[in-house]
């Protein structure tokens, strides 16, 4: 299916690796030119000549969110690479590290990472005509897992923060949605690690899947692909969840 996305540019947060790089090649796929981020350079330029291999353009940088002068001024320099910004896919998490480090974590990359990316992209999302803002969440967010945290309570935030934000700009022509993936297994990922060495965490939580198995990154990326196109023109404000039956809430 064409979703009408050839020439679209996007700048994505934290995109070398897991649901940020499927992300990358979805849009990329699709004849979209992207700017990425991380904090690893040489993984950075790995990903941009991969992705730059299959025709459109790709540029990227090693940048630390956190730090926000810096990655404002790369939010600037990337539209100006791409000639614009149309997308921008807020990806970008501290972790869920414990103690009162893990709180200032997910609040300076999950949730300033967020607004920050916002703040700084406004100005070219709005002469786009075609905005969109995509803010990566999580199931943590919605219902409770494992125990208390700065993970699922900042992810939370950020699901309000889409929200509020989508009524806001909607009048500008700029849609933002929020997507919480579930369990998502990832090569080298958390799960992976999980996997390894807290096997009895790992089988049961496979076990409360209904549909007997963790998430793909591409899934959640084929969600994104869509949501940023055309075909998804009026929707706005919603919070997509994608983890196969895995929080029990009735989703309205």
Not at 63 to 71: E, K, L, N, R, S
Not at 210 to 216: H, L
């Amino acid at each position: 299916m064409d979703l009408g996305l050839k020439g679209t540019k996007a700048i994505i947060t934290g995109a070398t690796k897991g649901i940020g790089r499927a992300i990358a090649e979805a849009l990329t796929d699709e004849g979209a030119d992207v700017a990425i981020c991380s904090r690893n350079a040489d993984e950075v330029n790995k990903a941009v000549s991969e992705l730059g291999a299959k025709g459109t353009k790709v540029v990227g940088e090693a940048v630390d969110v956190g730090d926000g002068d810096a990655y404002k001024a790369w939010l600037t320099k990337a539209a100006e690479q791409l000639g614009g910004c149309d997308v921008f896919v807020a990806n970008v998490s501290g972790g869920n590290a414990p103690g009162e480090q893990g709180w200032r974590n997910n609040f300076e990359f999950d949730v300033l990472g967020t607004v920050r990316g916002v703040e700084a992209l406004l100005p070219s999302l709005e002469k786009s005509g075609k905005g969109n803002i995509i803010v990566i969440s999580t199931t943590a967010a919605l219902e409770h897992f494992i125990g208390a945290g700065p993970y699922g309570a900042m992810k939370a935030g950020l699901i309000n923060y889409a929200s509020a934000l989508a009524v806001d700009l909607a009048p500008k022509g700029i849609r933002v949605n929020s997507i919480s993936p579930g369990p998502i297994f990832i090569e080298g990922g958390a799960w992976n690690y999980i996997k390894d060495n807290m096997t009895p965490l790992y089988d049961s939580t496979v076990k409360q899947i209904p549909m007997g198995r963790m998430g793909k990154a591409e899934e959640v990326a084929a969600q994104v692909a869509f949501l940023v196109s055309p075909l998804a023109g009026f929707t706005t404000g919603s919070n997509i969840v994608i983890d196969g039956g895995f929080t029990k809430r009735v989703q309205f």
